[in-house]
């Protein structure tokens, strides 16, 4: 059942123009379609029409007003077939569909009371007949027809033109939306919602409304996601000289989502996490999340909408596209070194990972089961971090003319990520071909590179080795063209030298290219010993191994004029002190802390800084995960051991210098989402968090306090995981009760709710799960529920691999009846079980089996695909 990019051929009929009309109700909603069909040019004449449909039930059809008898098509679990159609045709069908019993969340579903669609990739067959694919695109027009009473409210895509009453309590609106666009960008509301307005005036001067629909308890949650939207708007036109093209710009919040949002034409949809915030029940990485959603999906008006993808092996074109649009607006209106930390911390230990495993991909993979199996890392971030390259490659200038040059010539079609890259070599005069590599080529580059000073000839010599390890598929890989940003930090100025490479002026921050499979680079007229500063800002996805000593970085963690590999430094030298740690725990010995990491700690904490937040990231440990990325063989408790005693080290080291950044940063001003605010809470909480780590009497106290004080949910939350992953059940107890008991009405607090117990490092963890499993507020049909209760377990990663596997049980058992409900929602969730070969030999062998008992089920696609790739 693969489908290859290979047999991709343009369809053999195509839609101009569609003419929906839904008459709405839970169980038996009826589409009637009109579509205006043509023979495509490039394909011969009288092959047969064929649709998409799933899980409809066929009422009628007929061909230019004449009905099809039951022998002049044929229908499938798939779709239907017609053959002996005249070259251009109206086609009209009649369908049935029940979405009350549509618990995958594809198509058209109910949420609650609302009814809401869910089209992409590939759900629009699941509404109505049709040529389910991205380069089939039409104009629509689309009446809505619902109960004025349950369905007051009457959306989707384009202008209301037309509305009016109907008999029996019924009433209608019409929509229309000039702009041509495939089915995936289909979008219909219908419910009791209210709406929040505001209005925004385009450099062109068009005076849009902009309109956040929620269901009235909400109504106090949109401000920010309105000003985040207009920011959005303003930095389009000013960055990438993009203007919205309607009257209407509408965004839905609804509480059943399977992602973060959908960039449907005129009408975004959103996972209520994704857009609701307020400062009592939303942290502050919530609100930078729900900036950096409501910008992605705005952006994909242009990056999506009005070019769009070809077929879905090109989804990367608008995603990472788009991803990449998106990091650079929060950059830009946040601290752009904290965004960038943040997104290559979670880069190389969540997306490194995936490439590691066995559904790594290119960024653009040549062949799938299901499509909805590939909105991953890969896809997205990687492909983002693709056009950051291209856009150092050839310069923000270039880039934007290239930008200008792809919207402009492709407007209004369905392309290539070839035609992206080939406006971005035509706009700069450079060759990208070798670059192209990386779209087609899966799994994560390691560069090997050492260096030495030659003191006679002030020279520093940089050899640098790529290879790309084998994936599924991809036994073999060739070189890429990898952009290494670097510098050469003087060991004894302790400033960037001038960087003169083949007699060429580079700067003292300069690029190079890493094109061969081994490439040397000889800098002359360097003047002092230096330590290398390599792919500085993460100039490129890859792992980069040089031989550092703990010295050198100590002295780039202090020296680095780059904040990123400041940062950077300060990792690797933890993970050096981190690896004697796991070392000494696995042998049983006695473990010892590093000093120079606690020196490197205290110099942090007695230094002035103008950023907060990236101190806050500096004071920050790997992770757990990100760890278990750097070894051959992840031993989870050794991991786990070895950090918390670094952890504790540090907190009882530097108690007093902890205690007193706490203090310094506490605040009563009224809380605001703002850069430097946010700084000095993550600050104040990263401090706190070693205080209670060594359940120090007064840091215990002040996260006690903290919780009481009821601030704002980012420091309520962060007192409370504290106090909940601390032994202090006494404390913990009561403080989770009484926050269960005030948010019980709030879905997304109680979200946080279930993530926070059922993290905690405490053996009770998975007993905490499966007793959540049965509260009120949790339901397996609800994808927020399962990602914060069942999702979040399986991130806990003693607990989820415990040894007596009952943690890979229970995941395992989610996702059996996921599989029926839900199959998107289920093969994501699977992922953790996946990973088995990265663990010790017992570990395999109980994930391994939980996987067979999983593929012993009837499976969806979904899990079908994955389970398959795991178990190869
Ligand atoms: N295009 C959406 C976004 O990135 C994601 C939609 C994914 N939908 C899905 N069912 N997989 O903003
Ligand atoms: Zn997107």
């Known amino acids: ?366 062949h799938y089961i299901e499509i909805g199996n590939f909105y991953t890392l890969t896809i997205y971030e990687k492909g983002a971090e693709i056009v950051r390259m291209l856009r150092n490659l050839v310069g923000w200038e270039a880039f934007r003319r290239g930008s200008d040059l792809y919207f402009s010539r492709f407007d209004g079609q369905a392309v290539t990520i070839e035609d992206f890259v080939a406006c971005m070599a035509e706009a700069s005069g450079q060759d990208l071909d070798q670059f192209m590599r990386w779209y087609s080529q899966a799994g994560t580059p390691e560069i090997d590179a050492h260096g030495e000073y030659d003191y006679a000839n002030g020279a520093y010599r940089l050899v640098l080795r790529q290879r790309t390890p084998a994936t599924p598929g991809q036994p073999d890989k060739q070189p890429l063209h990898i952009p290494i940003r670097l510098g050469l930090v003087g060991t004894k100025s302790g400033r960037d030298l001038t960087l003169t490479l083949d007699g060429e002026y580079l700067g003292q921050d300069g690029v190079i290219h890493l094109r061969e499979e081994e490439q040397e680079f000889l800098f002359t007229d360097v003047e002092e010993a230096p330590v290398p500063s390599l792919a500085r800002g993460f100039s490129a996805p890859i792992k980069l191994h040089f031989p550092y000593s703990r010295e050198d970085l100590a002295f780039l963690q202090t020296h680095d004029s780059d904040g990123f590999n400041r940062w950077d430094a300060g990792q690797r030298l933890a993970l050096l002190a981190l690896d004697d740690l796991i070392a000494a725990h696995r042998n ?119 919780f009481e004080a009821d601030h704002n949910m980012t420091d309520v939350r962060q007192a409370l995981t504290l106090l909940v992953h601390s032994s202090r059940d006494d404390l913990a107890d009561p403080a989770l009760r009484a926050f269960g008991e005030k948010w019980a009405h709030d879905p997304l607090v109680m979200d946080q709710w279930f993530s926070i117990q059922v993290s905690r490092p405490q053996a009770d963890a998975l007993e905490r799960v499966k007793f959540l499993m049965d509260h009120p507020a949790f339901s397996l049909t609800n994808p927020n529920k399962v990602r914060a209760l069942i999702g979040a377990f399986a991130q806990n990663r003693i607990n989820f691999h415990r040894l007596d596997g009952e943690g890979y049980k229970l995941l395992a058992d989610v996702v059996i009846e996921l599989n029926r409900l839900n199959p998107e929602i289920a093969s994501r969730l699977v992922t953790p079980l996946t990973r088995w070969r990265r663990f010790d030999e017992p570990r395999q062998e109980l994930m391994k089996g939980e996987l067979e008992r999983i593929r012993a089920e009837k499976l969806s696609p979904n899990v079908y695909e994955v389970i398959e790739k795991a178990l190869a």
């Open 1 to 366: 059942q693969s489908i290859y990019l290979s047999d991709y051929r343009p369809p053999a009929y195509r839609v101009t123009h569609t003419e929906l009309s839904f008459d709405l109700d839970p169980m038996a909603t009826r589409v009637k379609a009109r579509l205006h069909v043509e023979r495509h040019p490039e394909r011969a004449a009288g092959e047969p029409l064929e649709l998409d449909g799933e899980q409809l039930t066929l009422k009628s059809i007929a061909i230019d007003g004449q009905p099809l008898g039951d022998d002049e098509y044929v229908l499938t679990e798939r779709g239907l077939r017609v053959d002996g159609v005249p070259e251009r045709f109206l086609l009209d069908t009649d369908v049935e569909i029940a979405p009350k019993d549509n618990t995958a969340l594809e198509g058209l579903y109910q949420s609650g009371g609302m009814f809401c669609t869910q089209c992409e990739a590939e759900g629009f067959r699941r509404i109505t007949f049709y040529p389910d694919r991205p380069d089939v695109m039409a104009t629509f027009s689309t009446t809505v027809v619902g109960r004025s009473d349950r369905e007051p409210v009457l959306l989707s895509n384009g202008n209301p033109v037309e509305r009016g009453e109907l008999p029996d309590g019924r009433h209608f609106v019409t929509w229309e939306d000039p702009h041509p666009k495939p089915c995936y960008l289909f979008a219909l509301v219908a419910g009791d919602l209210q709406k929040v307005e505001d209005r925004f005036t385009t450099a062109g001067g068009r005076e849009v409304t902009l309109q956040i629909w929620v269901e009235e308890e909400n109504l106090g949650k949109t401000d920010h996601a309105m000003a985040s939207l207009k920011r959005a708007m303003r930095w389009d036109e000013e960055t990438y000289g993009r203007e919205y093209d309607l009257d209407l710009f509408m965004i839905v919040a609804v509480n059943d989502f399977n992602m973060g949002a959908m960039e449907n034409k005129g009408l975004n949809i959103f996972n209520s996490a994704a857009v609701l915030t307020h400062p009592h029940t939303a942290t502050d990485a919530a609100f930078q999340r729900v900036e950096g959603i409501v910008a992605h999906e705005y952006f994909h008006n242009w990056s999506g909408n009005r070019v769009t993808c070809r077929d879905w092996f090109q989804l990367s074109l608008k995603e990472g596209f788009t991803v990449f649009r998106d990091q650079s607006f929060s950059a830009d209106t946040n601290s752009a070194p904290v965004k960038r930390i943040e997104e290559v911390s979670f880069f190389r230990t969540a997306q490194f990972a995936e490439d590691a495993g066995p559904t790594a991909h290119p960024v653009r993979p040549d």
């Open 588 to 706: 049983g010995v006695e473990k010892v802390m590093d000093s120079r990491v606690v020196e490197a700690f205290r110099s942090l904490l007695n230094t002035a800084t103008d950023d907060k937040a990236v101190l806050a990231e500096m004071l920050t440990l790997p992770s757990e995960a990100y760890i278990a990325e750097q070894q051959p063989l992840v031993d989870v408790d050794a991991i786990h051991a070895a950090r918390t005693f670094v952890k504790q080290s540090l907190a009882i080291a530097l108690r007093d210098d902890f205690l007193r950044v706490y203090h310094e940063n506490v605040s009563e001003a009224p809380y605001a989402p703002e850069p430097e605010q946010i700084g000095a809470r993550s600050l104040k909480n990263v401090a706190l968090s070693y205080l209670v780590s060594i359940e120090d009497e007064e840091g215990v106290e002040l996260a006690r306090r903290q």
